[in-house]
């Protein structure tokens, strides 16, 4: 559906997109996970031939895309990261606007809006101009806006930035219902939690390039870190640490003199191993997590920076 | 499709509170200015003929030479309408009812009796001592080279005076060039139109424009409708004006209102051109758009002696080529043609350059629109 091959994209000096490459499928929701200014929204508008780019090509639906490809852009729904709303237009004249862009027939995109708005929940405010709207819904009605017209590959970019959680997964569980419906999805997002949820596959973006490509299981295993243990323990002692440490399969143990934290090598548990040393050693703890490594674990390792800000 | 984009997009123009405020209430407000600041001038402008007395005794039917002057002044294009009274005492009478704002006494010399002094009997006071003034000069020049009689009538024009008098009083071309000047104007704001819709096009100027970019539009098609229903929202409010200006004001537009309208439009046309051009050829903000727009508006408007009368002419005299230049100018004058021409030679010249104007800001703007991926958003 989306084949992007060794897209270079330069803003003047700086390299937006260094050899960027993607495939997504038809019936996917693809995630395209980065910090600020790693290059999703430049990928996103080269896609689309919103931008010029210095080399590479970019094909949709099997074709080059262009300008000028109607036929592709009429399959295609957009949510750009910024809200793009008439000011002076009503939630509904909105939505009826950009989905009489690709839509000519008017009983047909009646019926169109209806949906879009159910489904956006924005039934109560459909004489409202934009400006009374609160953040959260005007982001809504930007993406009813966008995908009205049931596309079949839409481009969401960030979409739910600066939304209340309500609104979130509202927002998250539309994003599935379209994709239940039929449409492939390309999601960018800083949020990994959201990504994680959302997503069938998942790009990790840094710099322009994509770092690491998958399943969500696919990227955490990729990373020798795993599960992430944390012992809230007093008076550990040093002979106690060390038999910790010499724990097969523990990568990286901490002591900070009330919390044990220790990380597993990946797909191995090791928490009973830890509690059994403590035990037999008859220290007391406290409360005891185990977590799963996150996508920010593995953004962690592969780029030595934390994803979050 | 179209329907939906020019319907829209004239639904916006017609809410968008900026472009409103210049099109419609500014000119509303500054035409009824004008209107206020004219009717005062205009009571100025009926003393034309007000009526005075004279008191007919022997003294003024002794002199001939004052007689003659007062009665060459008055009558229906004169300066006063003249009653002759048996003797001061009825004149008195007439002045105290308010049936004459003063009366002449003739004698040496003749008195003016006035219980007030507006510009009326400042006028009365005016010719009396203008006729003493020549009078004098008169005795003076004749007692030195009796010869020069031949040349008394030269110094005794009264018509002149007259004329002068009523000149002074804004008479209409002048009164007129004001909203003249005012519509040139109008027409011109038909810019934030254009600008606006070239912003909300264009991927690179606005998030609207992006999105709309991503829509399966021809460049075209779409920028024509909504160019259209920009240019509708204008014409609206340039139709409002006219109407305001004309029926509401009572000021006479002459006999071819089609032709102003016609005008308006040609005038809106390059309005609306030249802020698409403004629009499409820099990377401004939007608000700093509008103001380069706005203060462009005021810069030709100015020229084109929106603010202080004369300076169109000055401009027109000292520096052809910008009055020739200067649209507001030429819309103005095209409405001044209409209304004092019987040709048509002047008007189609004004045309032609207002259209020329429009097709180079029309073709400036598309050759910046052309281009449909961008270097940056
Ligand atoms: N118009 C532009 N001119 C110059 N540089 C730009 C422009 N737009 C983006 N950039 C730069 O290109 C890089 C990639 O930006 P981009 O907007 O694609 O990032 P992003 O991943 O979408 O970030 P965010 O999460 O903040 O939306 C950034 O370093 C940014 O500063
Ligand atoms: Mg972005």
């Known amino acids: ?309 | 499709m179209f329907w939906n984009i020019y319907s829209k997009r004239v639904l916006c123009g017609l809410r968008e509170k900026e472009s409103m405020f210049w099109t419609w209430i500014f000119p509303l407000l500054l035409s009824t200015m004008f209107f206020f600041t004219f009717t005062s001038l205009d009571t100025v402008g009926q003393l034309r003929a007000f009526p005075l007395g004279v008191v007919d005794d022997a003294a003024y039917h002794r002199d001939a030479a004052f007689r003659s002057a007062l009665e060459s002044v008055s009558g229906e294009d004169g300066l006063f309408e003249l009653t002759a009274f048996g003797d001061a005492a009825d004149a008195d009478a007439a002045l105290v009812k308010g049936e004459i704002e003063g009366y002449i006494l003739a004698g040496e010399p003749p008195a003016l009796i006035v219980t007030g002094d507006d510009i009326n009997q400042t006028i009365a006071k005016g010719f009396l001592d203008r006729y003493l003034q020549t009078r004098n000069s008169v005795a003076l020049i004749l007692a030195s080279n009796p010869g020069a009689v031949n040349d008394l009538p030269a110094l005794l024009q009264w018509a002149d005076y007259t004329k002068e008098i009523s000149l002074a009083q804004n008479p209409p071309s002048n009164r007129i060039s004001y909203f003249y000047a005012l519509l040139a104007m109008v027409c011109l704001y038909g810019g934030f139109q254009g600008l606006i819709t070239v912003v909300y096009l264009q991927a690179n100027l606005s998030p609207l424009g992006a999105r709309r970019t991503v829509a399966p539009l021809g460049n075209w098609g779409a920028a024509v409708c909504d160019l259209l229903g920009g240019l509708t929202v204008h014409l609206t409010g340039v139709i409002v004006v006219v109407a305001y200006i004309v029926f509401v004001l009572g000021t006479d537009f002459g006999s071819k209102l089609w032709l102003v309208l016609l005008t308006c439009l040609a005038g809106s046309l390059l309005g609306v051109a030249f802020g698409a051009m403004i629009a499409a050829m820099s990377k401004f903000k939007e608000q700093v758009k509008i103001a380069i727009l706005i203060t462009f508006c005021m810069v030709c408007s100015f020229l084109s002696g929106l603010m202080v009368q004369g300076v169109n002419y000055i401009v027109a005299e000292h520096a052809a080529m910008i009055s020739w230049l200067n649209p507001a100018a030429r819309i103005a004058d095209s409405f001044y043609c209409l209304y004092y021409y019987d040709t048509y030679d002047r008007y189609l010249l004004n045309l032609g350059i207002i259209l020329a104007m429009t097709v180079v800001f029309f073709t400036a703007a598309s050759l910046f629109l052309r281009r449909q991926r961008y270097e940056s958003i």
């Open chain 1, 1 to 309: 559906m989306i084949q992007v091959s060794n897209l270079v994209k330069r803003y003047g000096d700086l390299i937006a997109l260094d050899h960027f490459n993607l495939e997504v499928k038809k019936g996917e929701i693809f995630g395209l996970l980065g910090p600020n200014g790693s290059g999703k929204t430049t990928a996103i508008n080269c896609m689309l031939s919103l931008l010029k780019y210095s080399k590479g090509s970019v094909s949709l639906f099997g074709e080059p895309m262009t300008p000028e490809h109607y036929r592709n852009k009429r399959r295609i729904g957009v949510v750009m990261q910024n809200v793009a709303v008439f000011n002076e237009l009503t939630v509904v004249e909105n939505i009826d606007y950009f989905c009489g862009l690709y839509v000519p027939d008017k009983k047909r995109r009646r019926a169109l809006l209806d949906e879009a708005i159910e489904f956006t929940g924005l039934g109560e405010f459909r004489k409202f101009l934009p400006k009374k709207l609160s953040g959260g819904l005007l982001r809504r009605l930007n993406i009813a806006c966008g995908i009205a017209h049931k596309p079949e590959l839409i481009f969401l970019d960030e979409p739910t930035v600066a939304v209340d959680p309500q609104s979130r997964n509202h927002i998250l569980e539309g994003i599935r219902e379209l994709n239940r419906g039929g449409a492939t999805i390309v999601y960018t997002s800083h949020y990994m939690e959201e990504v994680e949820q959302l997503c069938s596959r998942i790009m990790i973006m840094d710099k322009g390039k994509s770092v690491a490509i998958g399943t969500k299981e696919d990227l955490k295993a990729m990373i020798r870190a795993g599960e992430k243990l944390t012992v809230e323990v007093y008076g550990l002692s040093g002979a106690a640490l060390d038999e910790i440490k010499a724990i097969d399969g523990l990568v990286q143990t901490e002591y900070d003199g009330h919390t044990l934290t220790a990380r597993c090598a990946s797909e191995i548990h090791r928490l009973g191993a830890v509690l059994d040393v403590l035990t037999r050693r008859q220290i007391a703890f406290g409360s005891v997590f185990s977590e799963p490594p996150t996508l920010n674990d593995v953004f962690l390792e592969i780029t030595g920076k934390d994803l979050k800000d």
